[in-house]
């Protein structure tokens, strides 16, 4: 089995309403950054808690930014990388969280 799978796919995010539309890589809301518990390895949609993911932080790693979520129901916590077209404003607001 493949880690990574490639899904074209738009969507509505769970938290603002904002309509998304993916490029394959795109796994939360460029708006407000929320991102939803789908996966298992990227791509798979074979998580089976489904909730919504918080944006609780960010890593600088090789200049990017990286977003660490959490998910509201399960609690596990996961980190991806940050688009061009993400809120850059939210993302800065959260290299201040503890």
Known sequence: MKLFQRR???FTCGHCGFQ?????YTNHCP???F???????????SE?????MKPIGVEQKSGEYIIIHKCR???AIKKNKS???DNFDLI???TQAP
Do not use: F, Y
Request: glycine share 12%; with cysteine.
């Open 8 to 10: 074209k796919e738009n």
């Open 20 to 24: 998304v539309t993916g490029t394959g």
């Open 31 to 33: 708006k407000c950054l």
């Open 35 to 45: 991102s939803k518990h789908v996966d298992v390895n990227p791509g798979d949609r």
């Open 48 to 52: 089976i808690c489904q909730g919504l």
């Open 73 to 75: 129901n399960c609690k």
């Open 83 to 85: 688009a061009p077209e």
């Open 92 to 94: 800065l607001e959260l």
